[in-house]
Structures are given as structure tokens and as C-alpha cells.
């Protein structure tokens, strides 16, 4: 079992900047690959990052390349997203997500992600 929280949303201009955390407890934090995914209203969940176990590897959507960020703290059970030069397109749920199947790859793939954390809501207004 893994239990993740994200925290760090809020209300933010355009152009301004948010770190969501997603704090990790349960099995060993280092062997799995993490993922941010969001999810707009009507909208069906989407890919916005993932970062592998070790952190060396990192995959983004082309919507937030150059504006966002992953990274993790494995002595602190906990990885990040630098959102920068936020859009109003931006607002959404967040959530972090588990892979234990490709710890080495961070993949797109949502199916890969068992466990779910509860979100956190990012709010730009237009």
C-alpha cells in the first residue's frame, strides 16, 4: 500500500508561480516511478509530468515543458512540481500518482499508475 498527499494549490495569477508536494508513506519511496496528473472540470484526466525512482529520468507533457518542473526528495518521501508562468488553462485537480511497474521510466501512461493521492486544486483565473 502507498498513501500520497498532494498539497501546495491555490489561486494564483497569470504568469505567477505554485510547488505542489506530494508526500509519500508505505512501501519503500525509492522503488517507484511518480507522476502529476490533472483533470479540469469536464474534462478527462491528463499526463502533465513523471519522474522515475531515482530521479534521473523525467518526462513532461509539451504543454508545460519549459514551465514546470518535477523532482523528488527520496530521504523525504516526497516529489514536487515547479509550475511556472502559469496560464488559465492550467486550472485543475492535480494529482500524484504511483508506478511501480516502470520505476526506471516515467511513462505517459496512466493505466501504469495504481495508486492515487486525492488532488490538489490550482486555480488561474482568466
Known amino acids: 500500500q502507498v498513501q500520497l498527499l498532494e498539497s501546495g494549490g491555490g489561486l494564483v495569477q497569470t504568469g505567477g508561480s505554485l510547488r505542489l508536494s506530494c508526500a509519500a508513506s508505505?512501501?519503500?519511496?525509492?522503488?517507484?516511478?511518480v507522476g502529476w496528473f490533472c483533470q479540469a472540470p469536464g474534462k478527462s484526466r491528463e499526463f502533465v509530468a513523471a519522474?522515475?525512482?531515482?530521479?534521473?529520468?523525467?518526462s513532461y507533457a509539451d504543454s508545460v515543458k519549459g514551465r514546470f518542473t518535477i523532482s523528488r526528495d527520496n530521504a523525504k518521501n516526497t516529489v514536487y512540481l515547479q509550475m511556472n508562468s502559469l496560464k488559465p488553462e492550467d486550472t485543475a485537480v492535480y494529482y500524484c500518482?504511483?508506478?511501480?511497474?516502470?520505476?526506471?521510466?516515467?511513462?505517459?501512461?496512466?493505466?501504469?499508475?495504481?495508486?492515487w493521492g486525492q488532488g490538489t486544486q490550482v486555480t488561474v483565473p482568466s
Open positions: 508505505g512501501r519503500t519511496f525509492s522503488r517507484y516511478a
Open positions: 519522474i522515475s525512482w531515482s530521479g534521473s529520468s523525467t
Open positions: 500518482a504511483a508506478d511501480f511497474t516502470t520505476p526506471d521510466y516515467p511513462t505517459t501512461r496512466t493505466y501504469n499508475y495504481v495508486y
